[in-house]
């Protein structure tokens, strides 16, 4: 395991989190579109709370299985 932060592993992560962040924003949006009449706030805290998932998640694996050097 190595949690140290490198470049690859922080834009990879990045990347990973804002197209994830915008998966979530578009599919969630279809879901909860039709209930919710302020649905520009939902969609904004799907997106946020996507991405920050996503970029967390990716960091952690990719941390997880690269060696120390």
């Known amino acids: ?3 140290k932060f490198t ?3 922080s834009i ?4 990973g989190g804002l197209v994830g962040g915008f998966y979530l924003y578009q ?5 909860i579109g039709i209930c919710s009449p302020n ?3 939902i969609r904004t805290k ?3 709370f ?6 967390g998640l990716v960091y952690l ?5 690269q060696k120390k050097k």
């Open 7 to 9: 470049r690859g592993k």
């Open 46 to 48: 799907a997106f946020i």
């Open 12 to 15: 990879t992560s990045i990347i």
């Open 50 to 55: 996507g991405a920050l998932i996503i970029f």
């Open 39 to 41: 649905i520009n706030s």
């Open 61 to 65: 694996i990719w941390s997880l299985f």
């Open 1 to 3: 395991m190595n949690f």
């Open 27 to 31: 599919n969630f949006a279809v879901c």
